[in-house]
């Protein structure tokens, strides 16, 4: 990479992380904020509530009064969705953490449902990488600037991808109808 380039995406990275920062700077920041959908959204991203509370302490700092009871209930909506197996399912099938604040609940079926959605996401992800393999393969098999003998290897290869394809297919189904068994859905 060159010099300029490098000066370049060094710049990029510094303005998107900066777009990124959310921290109040004035008390007119802090006057925007929604502190009951500040909380909810805090929870549904699977953070303790004091993590979430820094936007708040900010604004205090700033000479503001955020209203942390606000704040409070939101986070305690956003838990209660949270905290649900058919939530962790699906956060577990985007490949999503599974946050610290379902504690005192039955963690043992929660974390089941989480796995059970990393089962899924593992399963989408091996059914995506088939399916690109399949592309790759039938393009290689007909592309005629290539030599036969590359082409028939292509050809000999598909039906193993396919038979490999309709595999993960079934586990895949499989995991989703066990998901369903367990009262939790599909999780998408």
């Known amino acids: 990479m060159s010099l300029p380039r490098a000066v370049f995406a060094v710049l990029v990275a510094v303005s998107l992380l900066t777009a990124c920062d959310t921290t109040p700077k004035k008390p007119e920041d802090c006057a925007r904020i929604d502190w009951r959908s500040e909380g909810r959204s805090t929870a549904l991203d699977g953070r303790a509530m004091d993590a979430g509370w820094r936007r708040g302490a900010a604004c205090q700092q700033l000479g503001t009064n955020p209203d942390r009871k606000a ?18 399912l699906r956060e577990g099938r ?8 379902c504690r005192g609940m039955d963690e043992a079926t929660l974390q089941r449902a989480w ?23 039938r393009a290689r098999a007909d592309d005629v600037k290539l030599p036969q003998g590359d082409r028939d290897t292509a050809r000999a290869q598909l039906s193993g991808v396919i038979a490999a394809r309709a595999q993960a297919i079934a586990t895949r189904d499989r995991l989703e109808s066990e998901a369903n068994a367990n009262g939790w859905g599909l999780g998408r």
């Not at 409070?72 to 838990?79: D, K, L, M, P």
């Not at 985007?94 to 604040?101: A, K, L, T």
Request: charged letters at 25%; hydrophobic letters at 35%.
């Open 71 to 88: 704040f409070e209930s939101g986070w305690a909506e956003g838990q209660a969705t949270y905290c649900t197996p058919r939530f962790l």
């Open 94 to 101: 985007r490949n999503d953490g599974f946050g610290p604040i």
């Open 115 to 137: 796995n059970h959605g990393r089962l899924l996401y593992e399963a989408d992800q091996r059914v995506q990488r088939l399916d690109n393999d399949l592309v790759n393969l």
